[in-house]
C-alpha cells in the first residue's frame, strides 16, 4: 500500500477478520481491500502500476504469473499502467 486516507482496512487469505491498513504494507496473493466512505488507497505493484481504490469499494487482488487480476466487488478503481503491459 503507497498511500492510504481515512479508514482502510485489509483481510488476509483464509483469515477472518479485517484489519486496519497502513502505508508500507505488503499485499499478497487473494488480499482483499476495503475502503470506507470519504477514503482511499493507492496500491503500487512491483511491476510499476499503480491502482487507485476510491471511497466505499472492496477490492480482490491476484496475480497470474507476471499478470495481476482484480475482483471489484463494489465501487470504483483507477489503474496506470506502464507502457503496452496488460494489469
Known sequence: VAALE???KVKRARA???VDAFTDDLITENQMIYTDNLSRAEVTFT???K???NENSL???RSRGKENELDVD???IRATLKGDETF
Open 6 to 8: 481515512k479508514v482502510v
Open 74 to 76: 463494489k465501487g470504483t
Open 59 to 61: 477490492v480482490k487482488i
Open 51 to 53: 491502482l487507485i481504490i
Open 16 to 18: 477472518l477478520d479485517w
Open 47 to 49: 511491476e510499476g502500476q
